[in-house]
């Protein structure tokens, strides 16, 4: 986060000299180092916690939800359901993941949106030319990424095919 490094760039600053009329004293800012470093650990455990809690039971309500479905129509006799025993297993099992996967992952995405617009201001601010030189080849992977996106659905519905039909073996 920013909170430690403007801290750490004011505790060189001040051990440097180029503060003057500061009166800090260098463990005034060491103490605030540590604060925001234990806070930022706080922080994370509290939002791990809270992120597997939410998962798991997110999960399991979902499963719940399906397979209670699933029970009171008929399953796949009401064309509701898979065609074989191991593809509903692996589509209570797989499917459920993946789409409380993503919604999981959206504060990620939302909380790296806002890192990398902090970083890049920060970075454009001190040196322009260095910040494109960095950014544009990682934009540059970025589109190659998504450009094989459509490979990766693909083999991702084969390996989940391929999944089902071991599930259904078992």
């Known amino acids: 986060w920013a909170v430690p490094g403007l801290l750490s760039r004011r505790y ?9 009329g500061e009166e800090v004293a ?8 540590l604060v925001a470093v234990a806070g930022h650990a706080v922080f994370n455990v509290v939002g791990i ?47 459920v993941d993946d789409a409380l996967g993503f919604v999981s992952s959206l504060a990620n995405l939302f909380g790296q ?7 890049l201001t920060a970075m454009f601010r001190i040196d322009a030319p260095l910040t494109l030189a960095v950014a544009a ?9 998504q450009a094989a996106r459509g490979r990766l659905v693909a083999v991702r519905g084969a390996a989940q ?6 599930t259904e073996l078992l």
């Open 12 to 20: 060189f600053n001040i051990l440097a000299g180029r503060l003057p």
């Open 137 to 145: 080849p990682l934009a540059a992977i970025l589109a190659v990424a």
């Open 49 to 95: 916690a809270a992120d597997a809690t939410a998962n798991l039971t997110g999960r399991a309500t979902v499963r719940r939800n399906l397979l209670a479905y699933l029970l009171l129509h008929g399953g796949a006799a009401s064309g509701a359901g898979a065609a074989a025993a191991g593809e509903a297993v692996s589509r209570l099992r797989d499917d």
């Open 161 to 166: 095919a391929a999944a089902g039909a071991v």
């Open 113 to 119: 949106i806002a890192f990398a617009a902090v970083a």
């Open 26 to 33: 260098v463990h005034e800012v060491v103490l605030l180092l």
